[in-house]
């Protein structure tokens, strides 16, 4: 007799967005099988312990932005490992005058810090009275501070955040396409300082919370803790050293061919979910029956850094270290774009008596910079770090990452390469991108992505998945 058995879904990419994608579609019953290129998952997250220290390669926390991603942590099985920060470790510093400076958690706080001069604290009052930009020109997060605050803002609190979360430059990144909530809030509210008050009332009621507020989490053992557990959760269906070359419409669904730990072969799927990154999927062969161009994604820009992760004796450092970290303009003359105190955020990440310090260098900032040697790389980490936080001596621990293409930065015109993406998935049906490319860079952009995918292709597979005819 026969039956009829579903052809799986096809995910490329085992980072935490194709991650998360796959492991809901297989709760919902939705057969899948992820290809990853390398022997690993996670992508650009991965944790290591040695010698009493834990390193984070990329990123170090995931922000609880939305209730999803709690719900991610108890369905895979780790609301037990789950860490939250250490309550005294909220403090964020920016350097000016060459030093860390406390960053104002209230208005009181913001009036009377020495981070803003009196002209800055007078353009947060004005602002409310600036009028909005009504004819529809994409302004570059520069121009947009500019026009609502002044440069003080900009060069001081904005270049350091911009280099921060993307390693950019505030004068190439989109406002609408980078920080699409600030675009917004103006849009809606005519201010930002209006949208702070009012849009927090209505992300309550949402469940959301803004990423400036919301809960940090990691794991006991890093945040690697979470994509292994899902891959144990996935089973077989995880492919490792799985490289997918060519992507083929067929009548049937899709055809993949791809080297399968070194043997050619095609593979038959009723969907594919590209959840990789943008340069490798512009060249990626893709054969549909409408001539679908994936050439320009290529054009999106992925900046180097190199993080450089250092543990140091803790009488060897002179700053407290208490807080989430620091970051730094570039109009302070610095190399290191900002440092991590991984220490003081989470138990276990040192030794008894020692800090973890996490910098990175390079960026849109310095570009030449990662890709030199990693002592040099450590040398010039240390040579900031003892002006800044005033360290001595040598540390006790190191680590270096290289990431050549590191994060995609959202510069202004990047809607084109969106609305491309919802064109080929209009046009191609069964077709589906996600990640940090698409959907945001931060990790909790990249679960909410994955998250959204999964629901966005069950829905699809529930429209009438192709079939294949087995032997029972």
Same mark, same amino acid.
């Given at each position: 007799?026969?039956?009829?058995?579903?052809?799986?879904?096809?995910?490329?990419?085992?980072?935490?967005?194709?991650?998360?994608?796959?492991?809901?579609?297989?709760?919902?019953?939705?057969?899948?099988?992820?290809?990853?290129?390398?022997?690993?998952?996670?992508?650009?997250?991965?944790?290591?312990?040695?010698?009493?220290?834990?390193?984070?390669?990329?990123?170090?926390?995931?922000?609880?932005?939305? *209730?999803?991603?709690?719900?991610?942590?108890?369905?895979?099985?780790?609301?037990?490992?789950?860490?939250?920060?250490?309550?005294?470790?909220?403090?964020?510093?920016?350097?000016?005058?060459?030093?860390?400076?406390?960053?104002?958690?209230?208005?009181?706080?913001?009036?009377?810090?020495?981070?803003?001069?009196?002209?800055?604290?007078?353009?947060?009052?004005?602002?409310?009275?600036?009028?909005?930009?009504?004819?529809?020109?994409?302004?570059?997060?520069?121009?947009?501070?500019?026009?609502?605050?002044?440069?003080?803002?900009?060069?001081? =609190? @904005?270049?350091?955040?911009?280099?921060?979360?993307?390693?950019?430059?505030?004068?190439?990144?989109?406002?609408?396409? =980078?920080?699409?909530?600030?675009?917004?809030?103006?849009?809606?509210? /005519?201010?930002? @300082?209006?949208?702070? @008050?009012?849009?927090?009332?209505?992300?309550?009621?949402?469940?959301?919370?803004?990423?400036?507020?919301?809960?940090?989490?990691?794991?006991?053992?890093?945040?690697?803790?979470?994509? !292994?557990?899902?891959?144990?959760?996935?089973?077989?269906?995880?492919?490792?050293?799985?490289?997918?070359?060519?992507?083929?419409?067929?009548?049937?669904?899709?055809?993949?061919?791809?080297?399968?730990?070194?043997?050619?072969?095609?593979?038959?799927?009723?969907?594919?979910?590209?959840?990789?990154?943008?340069?490798?999927?512009?060249?990626?062969?893709?054969?549909?029956?409408?001539?679908? !161009?994936?050439?320009?994604? /290529?054009?999106?820009?992925?900046? *180097?850094?190199?993080?450089?992760?250092?543990?140091?004796?803790?009488?060897?450092?002179?700053?407290?270290?208490?807080?989430?970290?620091?970051?730094?303009?570039?109009?302070?003359?610095?190399?290191?774009?900002?440092?991590?105190?991984?220490?003081?955020?989470?138990?276990?990440?040192?030794?008894?008596?020692?800090?973890?310090?996490?910098?990175?260098?390079?960026?849109?900032?310095?570009?030449?910079?990662?890709?030199?040697?990693?002592?040099?790389?450590?040398?010039?980490?240390?040579?900031?770090?003892?002006?800044?936080?005033?360290?001595?001596?040598?540390?006790?621990?190191?680590?270096?990452?290289?990431?050549?293409?590191?994060? *995609?930065?959202?510069?202004?015109?990047?809607?084109?390469?969106?609305?491309?993406?919802?064109?080929?998935?209009?046009?191609?049906?069964?077709?589906?991108? =996600?990640?940090?490319?698409?959907?945001?860079?931060?990790?909790?952009?990249?679960?909410?992505?994955?998250?959204?995918?999964?629901?966005?292709?069950?829905?699809?597979?529930?429209?009438?998945?192709?079939?294949?005819?087995?032997?029972?």
């Amino acid at each position: 007799m026969q039956r009829k058995v579903k052809l799986p879904v096809a995910v490329i990419g085992g980072g935490i967005t194709g991650l998360t994608a796959a492991f809901y579609l297989h709760r919902q019953g939705v057969p899948v099988t992820l290809y990853e290129a390398t022997g690993r998952v996670g992508g650009a997250v991965r944790s290591v312990r040695q010698g009493g220290f834990l390193a984070e390669f990329g990123p170090n926390t995931i922000l609880e932005t939305s *209730p999803r991603i709690g719900q991610l942590i108890v369905d895979a099985g780790l609301q037990s490992r789950r860490m939250n920060p250490d309550p005294l470790a909220s403090a964020r510093y920016v350097v000016r005058y060459k030093r860390p400076i406390s960053m104002p958690s209230s208005p009181l706080g913001f009036f009377t810090t020495r981070l803003f001069t009196s002209g800055a604290k007078w353009a947060v009052l004005r602002e409310p009275f600036v009028p909005r930009r009504t004819d529809g020109k994409e302004e570059s997060v520069a121009e947009f501070v500019l026009r609502r605050l002044n440069r003080e803002f900009l060069d001081h =609190a @904005i270049d350091a955040l911009v280099a921060g979360v993307y390693a950019g430059d505030p004068w190439k990144l989109s406002v609408p396409q =980078a920080f699409p909530k600030l675009a917004q809030l103006e849009a809606r509210y /005519g201010s930002l @300082i209006k949208g702070q @008050i009012f849009g927090a009332r209505e992300r309550a009621k949402r469940g959301e919370i803004s990423k400036d507020r919301a809960p940090k989490i990691s794991f006991d053992e890093g945040l690697q803790v979470l994509p !292994d557990a899902l891959r144990r959760l996935l089973g077989e269906s995880v492919r490792l050293n799985a490289i997918v070359s060519g992507v083929r419409q067929t009548e049937e669904g899709w055809e993949l061919a791809l080297s399968d730990r070194g043997e050619e072969r095609v593979a038959q799927h009723s969907a594919v979910l590209y959840a990789g990154t943008a340069f490798k999927l512009a060249v990626l062969k893709l054969e549909t029956r409408g001539r679908l !161009d994936l050439k320009p994604f /290529g054009e999106i820009r992925y900046p *180097p850094v190199t993080s450089v992760v250092l543990g140091f004796k803790r009488e060897d450092v002179a700053h407290p270290a208490q807080g989430f970290g620091m970051l730094i303009p570039r109009a302070e003359n610095f190399k290191i774009l900002g440092t991590i105190f991984s220490s003081s955020l989470f138990p276990n990440r040192a030794p008894e008596g020692h800090v973890t310090l996490t910098s990175y260098l390079g960026g849109e900032r310095y570009p030449e910079l990662p890709s030199m040697p990693p002592d040099k790389l450590c040398k010039m980490t240390c040579d900031d770090l003892r002006v800044l936080l005033g360290v001595r001596g040598e540390p006790v621990f190191r680590n270096t990452v290289y990431w050549p293409k590191a994060i *995609p930065q959202y510069t202004v015109g990047y809607g084109r390469y969106r609305q491309l993406m919802n064109d080929y998935e209009e046009r191609a049906p069964g077709l589906f991108f =996600a990640g940090h490319y698409r959907d945001g860079i931060s990790l909790s952009d990249s679960i909410l992505s994955g998250c959204k995918a999964a629901e966005r292709i069950g829905a699809f597979v529930s429209n009438g998945v192709p079939q294949a005819t087995a032997q029972a």
